[in-house]
Nanobody, 122 residues
């Protein structure tokens, strides 16, 4: 299973971006999908996560500005980012947790996308 993230770029403070992350492969199902980010010189942190039951969580720093959604049929998760600030500059990574089917076996997996750079600058 692979994840392909897209949608990053350069945006001015106060602007918006929408990130997408699609899972591809065969014989798998996705449970949770989420977004993390890593700013220069900082540790990777959770931005938002979408669980299989439809619930979501988000970091306090992005509440009210970012929203996560997903298209289960397309195995895709989105991150709508509004009111972007300089502090949101980071590489954004998507992550998925699921189960891969191999015959009668059910093999859990965790996979990361390569990351997409979001730069907020005037």
């Amino acid at each position: 299973v692979q994840l392909q993230a897209s949608g990053g770029g350069l945006v001015q403070p106060g602007g918006s971006l929408r990130l997408s992350c699609a899972a591809s492969g065969s014989n798998f199902g996705i449970n949770d999908m989420g977004w993390y980010r890593q700013a220069p010189g900082k540790q990777r942190e959770l931005v938002a996560n979408s669980f299989s039951d439809g619930s979501t969580i988000g970091a306090d720093s992005v509440k009210g500005r970012f929203s996560i959604s997903r298209d289960n049929a397309a195995n895709t998760v989105y991150l709508q980012m509004n009111s972007l600030s300089l502090e949101d500059t980071a590489v954004y990574y998507c992550k998925a947790y699921g189960v891969r089917r191999s015959g009668a076996l059910r093999l859990p997996f965790t996979v990361w996308g390569r990351g997409t750079l979001v730069t907020v600058s005037s």
